[in-house]
């Protein structure tokens, strides 16, 4: 008995390959697709329940739904490395491009890889979800007690609340006070943010990447080197309109606020631009506006004293979608959706767009005050929701856009069209703005559209400089500041420590939602709108084409949409644009008028600023 079990036990620790006879067979393309068919369906499943958990825990924000939620992501990511570690074997056939495709997105499928080890990977799973809700439950409460939680008497608000007190608020004293309050919410964060990047480039490493960034990078069809130098090369496109657009704004901002917007510097204190982040300043085109402007509609304004609701809101959205062709959104749509914030508990407001059983089942989530921010934001988030209605025939793992850039570009490129020719169309104004008012607009529009370009680039540089360990936690919030001097020439309206954690108030950082898609988002929108317009048959200033009506312009959307992630992102360019390459000449194009002319109001100015000694520092 001993000695057959000895017999047995040699047996089994032989190589297989002295054994012949028990060898396993070579794994054949078949056995490939045949894995891939079982992977795709079982992570189809498990995400199906993923999504579930988290559309709960961000409607309703409780420790409970906290921990559901990280439960059934560990689950996705335990699963999902199994698999890419089983599909290792099939890395040295010759497979057909489509399979071979799927294999190269399952590795990189995962934003947050975990360590394969149960114990950190559950960790690492609460880390993240008590980030995310942590930003969702975020208050500021003037008055209250320092920490934002609510005092006893103090009314508190949410960010859905402080944007729009950062758009509207004249006061710079008020504003720093609301930006500081708000920016609270970032300290508890750090410790955990440290933790969550160490457990999470331990399982990038172990995917074969560097670290997480690399692995983020790696998902634009080419290397993450050359992804790098290809953001480099827009951003060189598209600075020289960045630092004329500062210069003319910064004046404008001294003219109305005196020493409170004045640094000798040249750079913005970053409460004064109309946004809580500094990042689209379209809310202070009052006090820029040329002095010889007509009168200009408010968007916001027109909504609310109409008393429009959230949902009529989404309903224009639709309305638009539907000009060109598109579908009627599906009943459970409008049942399911959050478009307002809820009075009696703590949701996520950050607006996103939800495919929960990647079929029908598509929800918006909002928190809509009726501003004109969220009548543009209203049709981002339907570009998401219809991008998913297009692509859903195609298989789990080409549900997605052509890269995450795409996506966010869908809903931007049609928000282009929405020109006063169109607010007219659809009775929300009564009379199209003369013509002297092109520039004005097109003003306006820069401050949203040119002023976000180096925010969106400098989040995931942090972010990039943070994985890779160039970037400790002792200098966290230093190196945010550098960044945002660098990049957008804005400094701190009061002075920061490390004790602060100023990324933590950017609901990217704790969502962990890669940033760079919304840099090439700002440049791919104008190249998809162009393509839109030419394909409408319009050949007039691109600033004034509205698409509204034009069905061979939907159509041509359509088509890229329903590609999915099937192919390479440059054949999806191709197929909409005939360009195969992110290009900013349509950005230019579109904004060539407003830079002619801010260049003149520049003459003789001085543009630009010098980095500070210590980023820190309010002055
Ligand atoms: O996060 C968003 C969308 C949801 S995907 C509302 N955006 C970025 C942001 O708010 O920071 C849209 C523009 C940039
Ligand atoms: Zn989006």
């Not at 703005?433 to 040119?450: G, V």
Request: hydrophobic share 40%; with cysteine; glycine share 8%.
């Amino acid at each position: 008995m001993r000695l057959q079990r000895a017999i047995l036990t040699a047996i089994l620790t032989l190589p297989l390959t002295v054994l012949p006879g028990l060898a396993q067979k070579a794994p054949t393309v078949a056995d490939a697709q045949a894995f891939m068919t079982n992977a795709e369906a079982e992570l189809l499943k498990l995400g199906i329940m993923g999504q579930r958990a988290e559309w709960v825990a961000e409607t309703y924000i409780t420790g409970d739904t906290e921990i559901l939620t990280a439960a059934a992501n560990e689950r996705i990511i335990a699963r999902t490395t199994e698999l890419v570690n089983e599909g290792r074997k099939f890395e040295a056939l010759a497979l057909p491009p489509d399979l071979k495709r799927k294999f190269l997105l399952l590795k990189l499928s995962l934003t947050m890889p975990a360590p394969n080890n149960a114990k950190l990977r559950e960790e690492l799973t609460q880390v993240s979800s008590s980030l995310g809700a942590d930003y969702g439950k975020g208050k500021y409460c003037p008055g209250g007690p320092a920490g934002g939680s609510s005092g006893a008497n103090a009314k508190c608000f949410g960010i859905d609340d402080l944007d729009e007190q950062m758009a509207k608020v004249r006061d710079p004293r008020q504003l720093a006070e609301i930006w500081a309050g708000w920016h609270k919410v970032g300290a508890p964060m750090k410790d955990r943010y440290a933790r969550f990047a160490e457990l999470s480039n331990a399982g990038a490493k172990e995917l074969g990447f560097a670290d997480t960034g690399a692995l983020w990078r790696s998902n634009y069809d080419m290397t993450p080197e050359a992804f790098s130098a290809d953001l480099e090369r827009l951003w060189a496109q598209v600075e020289p309109l960045y630092k004329e657009l500062h210069a003319y704004t910064r004046r404008q901002l001294v003219k109305k606020y005196g020493a409170a917007a004045d640094r000798k510097d040249g750079m913005i204190p970053a409460h004064l631009l109309g946004n809580m982040w500094a990042q689209e300043w379209g809310n202070i085109y009052d006090i820029v506006a040329p002095p010889a402007a007509p009168a200009m509609y408010d968007l916001g304004q027109i909504l609310q004293s109409r008393k429009k609701t959230a949902k009529e809101i989404v309903q224009y959205g639709e309305g638009f979608f539907k000009s060109i062709g598109l579908q009627t959104l599906p009943g459970t749509f409008w049942d399911r959706s959050q478009f307002t914030r809820p009075a009696d508990r703590d949701v996520v407001c950050h607006a996103s767009a939800w495919d929960i059983d990647t079929q029908d089942d598509v929800r918006l989530k909002v928190c809509v005050h009726g501003t004109s921010d969220d009548f543009i934001t209203v049709h981002h988030e339907l570009g998401h929701i219809y991008y998913y209605l297009a692509y859903k025939k195609q298989p789990p793992l080409f549900q997605n856009g052509a890269n995450d850039g795409f996506h966010e570009a869908i809903g931007d490129s049609i928000a282009l069209s929405i020109t006063p020719e169109y607010l007219k169309k659809i009775g929300l104004i009564e009379q199209i703005p003369p013509a002297q008012a092109d520039l004005p607009l097109l003003l306006r529009k820069a401050l949203d559209k040119i002023a976000f370009l180096p925010f969106g680039l400098m989040i995931d540089k942090w972010r990039w400089e943070v994985f890779s360990g160039q970037v400790k936690p002792a200098g966290y919030n230093k190196a945010w500041w550098e960044l945002r001097e660098k990049y957008q020439g804005v400094a701190p309206p009061v002075d920061r420590t490390e004790a602060d954690f100023d990324p933590g108030a950017k609901y990217h950082i704790p969502a962990n939602t890669p940033y760079a898609r919304y840099f090439l988002a700002a440049v791919y929108q104008f190249q998809f709108y162009r393509a839109m317009c030419r394909a409408a048959g319009y050949s007039g200033p691109l600033n004034r084409c509205s698409v509204f009506g034009s069905k061979p312009a939907g159509q041509k959307l359509e088509a890229m949409l329903a590609m999915g992630q099937s192919k390479p992102w440059p054949d999806a360019m191709k197929a909409m644009t005939g360009e195969d390459r992110a290009d900013a000449s349509a950005m230019v194009e579109y904004f060539q008028p407003l830079l002619d002319w801010l260049k003149q109001q520049n003459k003789g100015e001085k543009t630009g600023w010098t980095v500070s000694a210590d980023p820190l520092k309010a002055r």
